[in-house]
Nanobody
Framework: QVPLVASGGASVQTGGSLTLSCGKV???????????WGWLRQGTRGEREGIAA???????LYADCVKGRFTISKDNTKNTLHLLMDKLKPEDSGMYYC??????????????????WGQGTEVTVSS
C-alpha cells in the first residue's frame, strides 16, 4: 500500500459542510494498483472506523453513521479523491484519513485491515 495524505480539515459548526481531499505528489489513481480507496476516521475518544469507500469502477459503500450525509468521489481525469461532508455533527469530529484498500467492504467492516492510514487531517464540529 502507498500511504496517502488527507487534507482540507477545518473547524465548522453543526450543520455545516466540508470537503476533504486525498492524494500524494506523484500518485495517480488511474494507474494505481489499488482496487479501492477509503476514508477512515479516529474520533475524539480514540475510536477508529471506516466511513466511506470507492472502488476502481466507482462503486461506493458507506457506514450507516454517515450514509446520506457524506459522499465519496473519485475523478481519474482530475486525479482527485474527495469526501464531501454535509450536515456535520459534533460526533463527526476527529482525525480523517484516506487510504488504499483491498476492496470497499473491509474499509467499513474491518478498518484495521487497511494497513497504512497515511497522514490525517483534523475536523472539528462545534455545536
Amino acid at each position: 500500500q502507498v500511504p496517502l495524505v488527507a487534507s482540507g480539515g477545518a473547524s465548522v459548526q453543526t450543520g455545516g459542510s466540508l470537503t476533504l481531499s486525498c492524494g500524494k505528489v506523484g500518485y495517480t489513481y488511474a494507474t494505481s494498483r489499488s482496487h479501492a480507496w477509503g476514508w477512515l476516521r479516529q474520533g475524539t475518544r480514540g475510536e477508529r472506523e471506516g466511513i466511506a469507500a470507492i472502488d476502481r469502477d466507482g462503486a461506493t459503500l458507506y457506514a450507516d453513521c454517515v450514509k446520506g450525509r457524506f459522499t465519496i468521489s473519485k475523478d481519474n481525469t482530475k486525479n482527485t479523491l474527495h469526501l464531501l461532508m454535509d450536515k456535520l455533527k459534533p460526533e463527526d469530529s476527529g482525525m480523517y484519513y484516506c487510504a488504499e484498500a483491498p476492496d470497499t467492504v473491509p474499509v467499513i467492516t474491518d478498518p484495521d485491515a487497511v494497513v497504512d492510514w497515511g497522514q490525517g487531517t483534523e475536523v472539528t464540529v462545534s455545536s
